[in-house]
T-cell receptor
Framework: EAEVAQSPRYKITEKSQAVAFWCDPI?????LYWYRQILGQGPELLVQ????????DSQLPKDRFSAERLKGVDSTLKIQPAELGDSAMYLC?????????????FGQGTRLTVV | AQSVTQPDIHITVSEGASLELRCNYS??????LFWYVQSPGQGLQLLLK??????LVQGIKGFEAEFKRSQSSFNLRKPSVHWSDAAEYFC????????????FGAGTQVVVTP
């Protein structure tokens, strides 16, 4: 069964260091999303891609976060420098369109701990 | 602005008992509503979704949800819970312009006791 792949599963980093997460969506899915889930809260959308273009990054803290999807397939989310408050689960999701019979599929996430 | 409220942070239920999780939404138009489940350390799995039509929606794992426009609610139910239903459950409102773009509630943690 096709799934959204994310790596690493877990990451511990010191504050002020750089960290990056990778997501490989389901093959053929044009739309890709990065969500951040702070412990005890629901996921919040950080950025949305349509193919290689950013569609919505209004909630992305652009002073330290960046995201790219250069070839419209896999994507990287980067934080530089990391802060203690960035500790969270980072979830990637993908979907193949806007029809009512489609669905967004989530990866297992990357758990980031900033120390 | 759209929003989702899950009033219950934590629910404990005995195995075999019924379960109901509450969800209230605020949305200007007809909402697309979803319930997702998240097991510890895992991603989100879609349980069911509502767009229009029949207000009682059947999902996977024996779950169902009922859309009540007058109450702005979309409560999730299961007649008889299993120990494997212990997880966190999220209600979400979807965007009409982009699949996968959600406003999530804060979640309800479900604990199942023997």
């Amino acid at each position: 069964e096709a799934e959204v792949a994310q790596s690493p599963r877990y990451k511990i980093t010191e504050k002020s260091q750089a960290v990056a997460f990778w997501c490989d969506p389901i093959s053929g899915h044009a739309t890709l999303y990065w969500y951040r889930q702070i412990l005890g809260q629901g996921p919040e959308l950080l950025v949305q891609f349509q193919d290689e273009s950013v569609v919505d990054d209004s909630q992305l803290p652009k002073d330290r976060f960046s995201a790219e999807r250069l070839k419209g397939v896999d994507s990287t989310l980067k934080i530089q420098p990391a802060e203690l408050g960035d500790s969270a689960m980072y979830l990637c999701a993908s979907s193949d369109g806007q029809g009512l019979n489609t669905e967004a599929f989530f990866g297992q996430g990357t758990r980031l701990t900033v120390v | 602005a759209q929003s989702v409220t899950q009033p219950d942070i934590h629910i404990t239920v005995s195995e075999g008992a019924s379960l109901e999780l509450r969800c209230n939404y605020s949305y200007g138009a007809t909402p697309y509503l979803f319930w997702y489940v998240q097991s510890p350390g895992q991603g989100l799995q879609l349980l069911l979704k509502y767009f229009s039509g029949d207000t009682l929606v059947q999902g996977i794992k024996g779950f169902e949800a009922e859309f009540k426009r007058s109450q702005s609610s979309f409560n999730l139910r299961k007649p008889s819970v299993h120990w494997s239903d212990a997880a966190e459950y999220f209600c979400a409102v979807g965007s009409t312009d982009s699949w996968g773009k959600f406003q999530f509630g804060a979640g309800t943690q479900v604990v199942v006791t023997p």
